[in-house]
């Protein structure tokens, strides 16, 4: 895996320097561009962008609304490389699978990780249209370090303390100050999907000490806290979990268009601050 892990890198690194030539430098931020962070791409200075298909043993991405590409780029001054569709687990993913490329961009050089998604509102204060801070998770989608433990990555029993990292989120919360955002806060519960949960599972998710409910990015945030990279994490509430309104991959879609703006200028903000 280790090794796999590491070819992969050194052949992306080797494709992007060819594309890119002397723009191209090794990114130091990550970037998972979920809902709502699409329209980040528009304010990346693209150096140079790779398909996931052309990259040997890359998952490729198969939902809807999600292309898969790798870009290279400057991004408010800094190098960055973000991954245009991710890997949900409930696509068949094995859960390796959906943290490949996280362990990859540890090889490319990346110190940080920005993650953003969607989810449904459970705490009763949250609105559609509201983004998220993620303060912290809770992981309900199979652990993607369960197996033989990768020493080279991290250790066998890391600590998840802070696995959305305090100081990154003091500078979302002077970027949103600054530039009139409001921000909720909040734990995220990834839960394995496909189905939207239930008017119980909602409460459950509540219950248990959830604000948030979605799909994806614990995994990621495991595996990026296992190789010791901070994370910062937001979330736009797409839909009220608790309300007579079905949830639908469209509104997903809409609501998360609807706080594109918001949210780059949130992560943008943030990147150049660091
Ligand atoms: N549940 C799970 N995932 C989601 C939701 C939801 O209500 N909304 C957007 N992603």
Same mark, same amino acid.
């Given at each position: 895996m280790l090794e796999q892990i590491k070819k992969t890198a050194s052949f992306i690194l080797a494709e992007a320097a060819k594309i890119g030539g002397s723009d191209f430098g090794t990114p130091e931020v990550g970037i998972i561009?979920?809902?709502?962070?699409?329209?980040l791409v528009g304010s990346i200075d693209i150096s140079a962008s790779i398909d996931y298909k052309d990259i040997p043993d890359f998952p490729v991405s198969t939902v809807e609304g999600h292309s898969g590409r790798l870009i290279f780029g400057l991004l408010g001054g800094r190098r960055v490389v973000a991954m245009q569709g991710r890997f949900h687990y409930?696509?068949?993913?094995e859960p390796w699978q959906v943290v490949f490329p996280v362990r990859v961009m540890k090889f490319l050089g990346v110190r940080t990780l920005f993650v953003s998604n969607a989810s449904g509102g459970i705490n009763p204060t949250f609105r559609t249209g509201d983004i998220m801070v993620i303060t912290d998770h809770i992981n309900?989608? !199979? @652990?993607?370090?369960?197996? !033989? @433990?990768i020493a080279e990555l991290g250790p066998r029993f890391p600590d998840m303390h802070g696995c959305y990292d305090p100081h990154l989120r003091e500078i979302a919360a002077q970027v949103a100050a600054a530039e009139g955002i409001e921000l909720k806060y909040g734990v995220y519960v990834g839960g394995t999907g496909p189905t939207f949960e239930t008017q119980a599972e909602y409460r459950y998710f509540g219950a248990i000490g959830g604000d948030t409910a979605g799909m994806s990015t614990t995994p990621e945030v495991i595996a990026a806290r296992h190789m010791g990279i901070p994370v910062f994490g937001a979330s736009i509430i797409?839909?009220?979990?608790?309300?007579d309104e079905a949830g639908d991959h469209e509104d997903v879609q809409k609501q998360g268009a609807a706080a594109e703006k918001k949210m780059t200028t949130l992560f943008t903000e943030i990147i150049k601050r660091l």
């Open positions: 561009l979920g809902t709502g962070l699409g329209g409930y696509e068949g993913y309900l989608i !199979p @652990n993607p370090l369960v197996g !033989p @433990n797409t839909n009220v979990g608790l309300s």
